[in-house]
Every structure is written in C-alpha cells, then in structure tokens.
C-alpha cells in the first residue's frame, strides 16, 4: 500500500561542496535520503536551540 503524501514543499538550494560530500557520506552510512537527512539534522537542531 502506498504511503500517504506528506504536506511537503519544494527546496533549492546551494550547498558547498564540502558540506555536500559530508551529507552524502552520512546518507550512505544511514541509509537515509537526502530529504530524509536534512529534515532530520534540521528537525535536531532546531530542537537543541529551542530548549535553551
């Protein structure tokens, strides 16, 4: 059974190419997405500056 769509929106950005090659590196050791990475680091860190 297929899942439902999340309410989702498109992103463009840029990235350097450093940081890029460090989230591809985390997405192979995690098996993660690259959408499913970003919204996750995002998700973290807004979390951590939330608490304080």
């Known amino acids: 059974m297929p899942q439902p769509k999340k309410d989702a929106v498109i992103v463009h950005m840029k990235m350097d190419r450093t940081t890029h090659d460090k989230l591809d590196r985390y997405c192979a050791k995690t098996?993660?997405?690259?959408?499913?990475?970003?919204?996750?680091?995002?998700?973290?860190?807004f979390c951590k500056k939330t608490r304080r």
Do not use: H, K, P, V
């Not at 098996?31 to 860190?45: F, H, K, P, V």
């Open 31 to 45: 098996g993660l997405s690259r959408t499913a990475a970003i919204e996750q680091i995002l998700n973290d860190y």
